[in-house]
């Protein structure tokens, strides 16, 4: 599914982020940003042993902002490591969700980047309601574009169909100003 706005697009497909061709790719990160399970532990493998190496030189990253390394043995010239919150409940968990899509997009602007892919942040371990998460994600990622003019593709990149059919409602519920 795809959606164009403002000068970008954002796009939603099922795969593995490892093999995203975009200019940067997002990690969804630990605090230590070491090495993890899940898309954390994917993305570590594929880029190589140098990936955790530099993670080890940044020494960590608060929740809801984001640190960039080199993209090593991956297509994707950068990692974007955001780190999302452990869900509570809490008003704040939404905020620093938000955080995380924000400041990677601002990051990807200011490095000139043209195209960068996320999958579902905080929705793994950190138990985040993939409901709640796309409609965060969703939002932030729109609001962004329709503010930027920077031309950014933006990737959703889901590991199941279910996700990606959760994904797809509260994008067309965005389209259609229900959300």
């Given at each position: ?55 080890a030189r940044i020494g960590g990253c608060p929740t809801g902002e984001v640190r960039v390394t080199p ?36 990051e990807a602007e200011r490095m000139g980047l043209k195209s960068i892919s996320f999958p579902a942040i ?35 990149v889901l590991f199941s169909s279910p996700d990606y059919e959760v994904h797809a409602r509260v994008l ?8």
């Amino acid at each position: 599914m795809r959606w164009e706005v403002g000068n970008g697009v954002v796009e939603l497909v099922t795969g593995d982020i490892t093999q995203e061709q975009t200019d940067a790719i997002v990690n969804a990160a630990n605090g230590r940003l070491l090495p993890g399970g899940g898309v954390c532990g994917a993305i570590h493998r594929a880029a190589g042993p140098e990936l955790a190496r530099d993670c080890a030189r940044i020494g960590g990253c608060p929740t809801g902002e984001v640190r960039v390394t080199p993209g090593f043995n991956l297509q994707a010239k950068y990692v974007f490591h955001a780190v999302g919150p452990v869900y509570h409940g809490n008003p704040g968990d939404e905020i620093m969700l938000a955080s995380c899509y924000r400041e990677a997009l601002r990051e990807a602007e200011r490095m000139g980047l043209k195209s960068i892919s996320f999958p579902a942040i905080s929705t793994g371990i950190f138990g985040y309601p993939i409901k709640e998460a796309a409609r965060v994600a969703l939002r932030t990622i729109i609001e962004f574009l329709r503010q930027s003019q920077a031309g950014l593709g933006v990737r959703m990149v889901l590991f199941s169909s279910p996700d990606y059919e959760v994904h797809a409602r509260v994008l067309r519920d965005l389209q259609h100003g229900i959300s």
